[in-house]
């Protein structure tokens, strides 16, 4: 009997010994078999989580950032104990203990599974097995995916500290709002620093990865409560917080970014803009865009926050000036349909899916409206983002007379009388507030458009190329397109100064006699006869004059007398093109380039002939504070001292090219001004130190162009239609551009001075005649003397008269009109008018006139 049961027993205990066993080979086999071609969990170690590149301003303001995921890095040591806890108390409270997995937990999972029939599946992973999920596994429910989860999680677990896998954990997780890891998600929901937080509000956060669109802030509100107040409770029960703290706490309410509870970090964050989208182009081409978007560059802009907002506004009120001058009304043209204006509600609803600028701060801010009603003179306009009045907001009838409508079929109204002249029911315009010079008074709101007509804005520092200033555009959320910088356009007449240079450097001087008179040139086209913008012709003309007068006629027998291949090796050193075309109509500026590189171009006149690399950009640091660019490559050796004697600047040793003679430089910008002085830009351009420039329009202006320049600053300006098109008699550098340059550098001279330009050692100063180019005597004095630079060493020839080696045909006068009178037109005022003769097709094309 004894040995019966023995048997029995010992059979038992073979069979569950075999049946364990057989149950361990199987586990094995099965651990084996999908442990093999696993990724690596070592590469973990040197992860790297893609992260939000920022720019800050040269003041060291956040002014954009740009990302693919939004996450800001925080390493282990900078999250704050009670943020860890949080998210350990919601998804792994054995985290510090077990080994990558917990059985118990998922023991656990498993009985509540069976006893739901599964209709309750819950997840058992430890936050171990969340990262490999995350970084190296689908997340799919499979067991395949579960059983090659743990594998890697124990493996894990033997490779990196518990610190670095929770900091994995809290950079990588997806919490909502487009925000990835703890510290994003803190800015989105609190606009806070993780060490600002309180228990709460961690709580909050670790409520989230579990299902972020389930326990949206206002949606879901009640959900996320309990799920918050569930959190804070495991908080207390594993110790991290005290019974009062938890009472304390529980009974905060829910409060976030998203229910209006704190003003959103993007507040902050001016709107985004020509300057940093083209960092943003830049430097995606220079470190390619997936490191940009990914690799937390933090990247220190030129660009000054005073002088960005004066260069905007100058445009944008000469672009606005130009357009309602026209008087056509083109408005937004976009509507809301009229069973959307019901309510209040829905059209405010309506009204924020429109897709119009709201980055437009001219004079006051402009802000989007839709007309709900048009009465019998006036019409009555809901605003976003301004309360309605008890007797609702209008405008008056006096606000549209400006103005003429352009019918569908392009034809043009008379000008409007009433407000319904111009707007209908359902039409989205675009409005501001009139206010008083005086006090600021509020006057009425009054109708604006963004203008048809564009043009770009440039202000860099000229001896360091750092670019203070950009404008692209009249507004970015209107168009992206930057024209500072991606516009090809003709130059005209402000390319004449790289004309000059090449002549002053082959042996000119500012002195010398070039002929203004008729030409003749054959192309393939017919005969091409330029013409000066006056239509006249001068004669003998110095040089200096005929910069400040801008004589096309001078400009192309002078580059016919120093070659179009050496303008041409000119304007390519300077950067204004990459390859000039050795035609003679180019050096009137008929070969298109851009504003940026005019711009860079004519700060090396102003710094005395050094090259400058233009750059929107100081330093790039990566995302552990490594510099890996910086543009000032100049050598300081003083600056590595701790401290220097009392009264002493660091010693700054410059190593750029020259690609000038200092002497040409200076004559060149004492040429220019005078343009600013007596030539084509003394109506607009008026400021307290000197100043040089150039103006430039193209033929039957299509463009309008000003470059000018202090000692320190230079800036340019330029103006014209996307799609090039006439802008009127009248509308040239001189008038359209000359007076943003003249706004924004008022502003400019009051912060970054100026003075005299650097005369060199090698000039000679004899006086001329500026009319004649004689020599006077040192004593002479009056408006027509000028003191001129000469070369030290060389004496300069008076009296020789250079004519380009063109011959005149008997039948054009040397100083008479070319070609058909002008004719008599009576004006928008009732005054008469004369008008020059339209352009013929040799001159359409033939560049700058003036």
Known sequence: MFRFILSFFGGIFTTLTMSIGMVALTIGAIFWMYGRDLPSHESLAQYTPPT???????????????????????????????VKQAFISAEDKNFYTHEGYDLRGIAAAAIDAVRSRGREVRGASTIT??????????????????????????????????????????????????????????????????????????????????APSDYHPVRRKDRLLARRNYVLKEMEDNGYISEAVYESEKAQPLRS???????????????????????????????????????????????????????????????????????????????????????????????????????????????????????????????????????????????????????????????ARVAGDLVEVGDVVLVRRMTADADGAFIRWTLRQVPEVQGAFVAMDVNTGRVIAMQGGFSYQDSVFNRATQAQRQPGSSFKPFVYASALDSGYSPAT???????????????????????????PTPLRTGIEQSRNLMTIRLAQEVGMDVVGSYAERFGVYDDLAPVLANALGSQETTLYQMVSAYAMFANGGERVQPTLV?????????????????????????????????????????????????????????????GTARSAVNLPVPTAGKTGTTNDEKDAWFVGFTSNIVAGCY?????????????????????????????AVKKYGGGDFKVPEQCVFINIDRFSGARLSDSASGPNVVSECFRDGEEPIFGITFDGGFAMGADLPLVE????????????????ATVGPKASFGTLSSGGLY
Not at 55 to 80: C, M, N, W
């Open 52 to 82: 939000i590149s920022r720019i800050y301003s040269g003041q060291g303001r956040l002014i954009d950032e740009f990302a693919k995921e939004r996450r800001l890095f925080a390493p282990a040591d900078t999250i704050p104990d009670l």
């Open 129 to 210: 097995q969340q990262v490999m999920k995350n970084f190296l596994l689908s997340g799919d429910r499979r067991a395949e995916r579960k059983i090659k989860e743990i594998i890697l999680a124990a493996r894990l677990e033997e490779t990196l500290p518990k610190e670095k896998i929770l900091e994995l954990y809290l950079n990588e997780i997806f919490l909502g709002q487009n925000s990835y890891g703890v510290a994003a998600a803190s800015q989105t929901y609190f606009n806070k620093t993780l060490a600002e937080l309180a228990p709460h509000e961690a709580a909050f956060l670790a409520s989230l990865p579990k």
């Open 257 to 415: 970014v998203q229910n209006g509870d704190f003003e959103s970090f993007k507040a902050e964050l001016p709107p985004r803009d020509y300057f940093t989208d083209e960092i943003r182009r830049q430097l995606s081409n220079d470190f390619g865009e997936g490191e940009f978007f990914t690799g937390g560059l933090t990247v220190r802009a030129t660009i000054d926050n005073e002088m960005q907002p004066i260069a905007a506004n100058a445009l944008r009120e000469q672009l606005e000036q130009y357009d309602r001058g026209r008087g056509v009304w083109h408005g937004t043209g976009k509507k809301i349909a009229a069973e959307q204006l019901n309510s209040e509600e829905s059209w405010r609803a309506a009204l924020a899916d429109i897709r119009v600028p709201r980055d437009i701060d001219l004079e006051n801010q402009w802000y989007p409206a839709v007309v709900l009603e048009v009465g019998a003179s006036d019409a009555r306009i809901g605003i976003e983002g301004v309360e309605e009045d008890a007797d609702g907001h209008w405008i008056p009838a006096k606000d549209v007379q400006w103005a003429r409508k352009r019918l569908e079929n392009g034809k043009l109204v008379g000008k």
């Open 513 to 539: 006699i070039v002929v203004d008179a008729p030409i003749e040139i054959n192309t393939p086209q017919g005969v091409w006869r330029p013409k000066n913008a006056s239509h006249r012709y001068y004669g």
């Open 618 to 678: 100081d330093r790039v640091q990566d995302r552990y504070g490594r510099t890996v660019y910086k543009h000032d490559q100049r050598i300081c050796n003083d600056c590595q001292i701790a401290s220097l004697p009392a009264g002493s600047a660091p010693r700054i040793i410059s190593n750029r090219e020259r690609v000038m003679d200092p002497v040409t430089a200076y004559q060149l910008t004492s040429m220019m001004r005078g343009v600013v002085e007596r």
């Open 719 to 747: 103006i014209g239609y996307d799609q090039p098109r006439p802008m009127g008699r009248g509308a040239g550098g001189g008038r359209l551009c000359a007076p943003v340059f003249q706004r924004f550098m008022t502003e």
């Open 817 to 832: 009109e070319v070609g058909q009178s002008g004719r008599q037109v009576t004006t928008s005022t009732g005054r008469k």
